[in-house]
T-cell receptor, first 116, second 116 residues
Framework: DQQVKQNSPSLSVQEGRISILNCDYT??????FLWYKKYPAEGPTFLIS?????DKNEDGRFTVFLNKSAKHLSLHIVPSQPGDSAVYFC???????????????FGTGTRLQVTL | DTGVSQDPRHKITKRGQNVTFRCDPI?????LYWYRQTLGQGPEFLTY????????KSRLLSDRFSAERPKGSFSTLEIQRTEQGDSAMYLC??????????????FGPGTRLTVL
C-alpha cells in the first residue's frame, strides 16, 4: 500500500521557468511533510518541510504548498536552475507532538531535468 | 559536523553469504534510522534506534536482518544468508530528538549491496 505517491516519474523544465512537483498521500494521520533532493551516488538531502498546521512554507526559491483536504502537496521551484536537476522525493511523517518523527514514508520520486 | 558516514560504499557478495554494514551518525544525534532503496522506489523504512534502544522494526526486516547500536553511537546492519532480492541501496540517517525541524533526518551516502 503506497501511502505517499508521486505520479510523475519525470519532469523537464527550461531554466528560469517554474518547476512544480506534486505529491499525494492517503494517510490522514500524517502531520509533517518533507521534500528531499537526491543526486546520483549520494544520500537524500533535506530541502524543505511543512507542518500540517500550515498551508505554505517558503525558503528562497523553494515553496511547498499543502492542501490537507485534498491530501496533496506540491513543491514549487522558481526560477529553476540547471543545478536543480535531481530526483525529488516527497516524504511524510507522524510527529505525534513528540517533536520528532519515528520514520519517514517516501514517495517513489520525480526526476527533474532543468534544460538550458 | 562531518555528516553521516557509511561503510562500505559498495559490497558485492555471493548468495548465502553474510554481510555487515556500518553507519556513523552525526555526533550528538540520538536517533538513527536504516532505510532500503531499490531501483525506481523511494527509501523504505527498516528500523530506528533512540540511543541504544531499537524502538521500531518494519515488517520488511526479516529474521535474516539484525541491527544493533551498541552504546548509542555507531550502528551495524547485518544480513545473514543473503538473497538476490536483498540487492539494494542501504541508507542510514540520523536526527536529534529536539530538532528544530520535526522529521528532518540527515542521510548518509548509502551502501550499495549487490548479491550475485
Amino acid at each position: 500500500d503506497q501511502q505517499v505517491k508521486q505520479n510523475s516519474p519525470s519532469l523537464s523544465v527550461q531554466e528560469g521557468r517554474i518547476s512544480i512537483l506534486n505529491c499525494d498521500y492517503t494517510n490522514s494521520m500524517f502531520d509533517y511533510f518533507l521534500w528531499y533532493k537526491k543526486y546520483p551516488a549520494e544520500g537524500p538531502t533535506f530541502l524543505i518541510s511543512i507542518s500540517s498546521i500550515k498551508d505554505k512554507n517558503e525558503d528562497g526559491r523553494f515553496t511547498v504548498f499543502l492542501n490537507k483536504s485534498a491530501k496533496h502537496l506540491s513543491l514549487h521551484i522558481v526560477p529553476s536552475q540547471p543545478g536543480d536537476s535531481a530526483v525529488y522525493f516527497c516524504a511524510a511523517s507522524l510527529s505525534l507532538n513528540t517533536g520528532t518523527a519515528s520514520k519517514l514514508t517516501f514517495g517513489t520520486g520525480t526526476r527533474l531535468q532543468v534544460t538550458l | 559536523d562531518t555528516g553521516v558516514s557509511q561503510d562500505p560504499r559498495h559490497k558485492i557478495t555471493k548468495r548465502g553469504q553474510n554481510v555487515t554494514f556500518r553507519c556513523d551518525p552525526i555526533s550528538e544525534h540520538n536517533r538513527l534510522y536504516w532505510y532500503r532503496q531499490t531501483l525506481g522506489q523511494g527509501p523504505e523504512f527498516l528500523t530506528y534506534f533512540q540511543n541504544e534502544a531499537q524502538l521500531e522494526k518494519s515488517r520488511l526486516l526479516s529474521d535474516r536482518f539484525s541491527a544493533e547500536r551498541p552504546k548509542g553511537s555507531f550502528s551495524t546492519l547485518e544480513i545473514q544468508r543473503t538473497e538476490q532480492g536483498d540487492s539494494a541501496m542501504y541508507l542510514c540517517a540520523s536526527s536529534r530528538r529536539t530538532s528544530g525541524r520535526v522529521g528532518e533526518q540527515f542521510f548518509g551516502p548509502g551502501t550499495r549491496l549487490t548479491v550475485l
